[in-house]
Structures are given as structure tokens and as C-alpha cells.
């Protein structure tokens, strides 16, 4: 496929492989689309949180996009909501732990997420629906392109319409110039629910 720009890209399936650099590509986008290291120091802890049920459980429900043989771009998805929440709530419980022995060694900006992951940020994220599968995406700033968007998003909704999935939600992060709901909209999703996060750098 070529983008936007004619530069050619592939969309396929995660490989055991690609772990790495998926965690990385998180870290690299994960405060609004920019590295999360201002926010938060600990890469590996983020990473896990974020990625390691999508990897590890459900690969086959993940998509990458390609360019020039490097991993630009990522679909993260779930087709197992309750095998999905029942990993989050062992998972949390051990990330909390192994991020509490950490804290004290965090700076400031770190010490100042965890808190708000505990005191806030539970509550601002939007219910999400029950037993329906769901997906994240992210994207480096350079491969950020309707034709890429596109691709990965078509990719997963063909798998799970493959898969007999009828419904599908995802969460999105909107802010200031950033393209928010009409993206989604042509691919006839609505919104269901909105919440102001406040979480600062």
C-alpha cells in the first residue's frame, strides 16, 4: 500500500518477535501521542501495563503497520473481554506492587503520575462496554496519516467481522489540534461517553 505521501507501508499480524519493539513504540507515544519519560520514568512498568495482555494472551488480535521493514505504528486488540478484565485485575494488583517498591526511587514527575493513576485517573477514564471487544492505537508522529489509520483500522474490524464480532469500542485521547471522533466516524463508530482527563507533564 502506499500513504499519504506514496510511501509504501504493510499492514500484518504481531510476531513473538515484534514484542520489543511494540513496548517501545508505546513508551515513544504514550503521553498524547509523545514519549511518556517527561511524565513518567519507568518504560518497562508502562509498557506492561499498556501492552503485555495484548502481546502475550490475544497476539493474534494485534496488527502492525511497516515501513521500510520498522515497526511505525501498532492496533493493540481484544476479542476476549473477560479473559481481558480478569488479566487487568491480577495484573494491576502486581503492577501496584512493583511499582510501589520503586517509588521512592522515582523523581518528582513519576511520583506525582502514580498518584494520580490512584487518586484520579481510575475515575476519568469513560465506562467502557461489557463483553465487547475493543483495541488501541498508536502511532508515530511520522506515520500519523488517514491512509494508515485506515489500513490498521480495516485490518482488525476484517478480523473481527471474520471472527463473527458484531460490536467493537475503542477509548481515544483528544486534545486541542489532534484529529478526535470523525476519524472514527466514518467507520460508523459513536460516541458513548466523554471525560476530561487533567493529568499534567
Not at 28 to 55: H, K, N, Q, S
Not at 84 to 113: K, M
Not at 168 to 188: H, L, N, W
Request: hydrophobic share 35%; proline share 4%.
Amino acid at each position: 500500500m502506499a500513504n499519504d505521501d506514496h510511501q509504501a507501508f504493510l499492514i500484518r499480524g504481531y510476531r513473538r518477535s515484534d514484542r520489543e519493539a511494540v513496548r517501545k513504540l508505546c513508551c515513544d507515544t504514550g503521553f498524547l501521542g509523545d514519549p511518556i519519560d517527561p511524565v513518567y520514568e519507568d518504560r518497562e512498568l508502562f509498557a506492561d501495563f499498556l501492552t503485555t495482555y495484548y502481546t502475550d494472551h490475544e497476539p493474534e488480535s494485534c496488527f502492525l503497520l511497516e515501513v521500510d521493514g520498522e515497526i511505525r505504528g501498532y492496533l493493540l486488540g481484544s476479542r476476549k473481554p473477560l479473559r481481558n478484565q480478569l488479566y487487568a485485575l491480577y495484573q494491576n494488583v502486581w503492577l501496584f506492587f512493583r511499582a510501589l517498591t520503586r517509588y521512592f526511587r522515582y523523581n518528582a514527575r513519576s511520583r506525582r503520575f502514580i498518584r494520580w493513576l490512584l487518586v484520579h485517573g481510575w475515575r476519568e477514564v469513560p465506562a467502557a462496554p461489557r463483553r465487547t471487544p475493543h483495541f488501541h492505537v498508536n502511532l508515530l508522529p511520522d506515520a500519523r496519516k488517514v491512509s494508515t489509520t485506515r489500513a490498521l483500522m480495516s485490518a482488525y474490524l476484517s478480523y473481527l467481522y471474520r471472527s463473527g464480532e458484531k460490536r467493537v469500542y475503542g477509548q481515544i485521547i483528544t486534545f486541542e489540534s489532534r484529529r478526535g471522533e470523525k476519524m472514527f466516524e466514518r467507520y460508523g463508530f459513536k460516541v458513548l461517553n466523554r471525560a476530561e482527563m487533567r493529568v499534567r507533564e
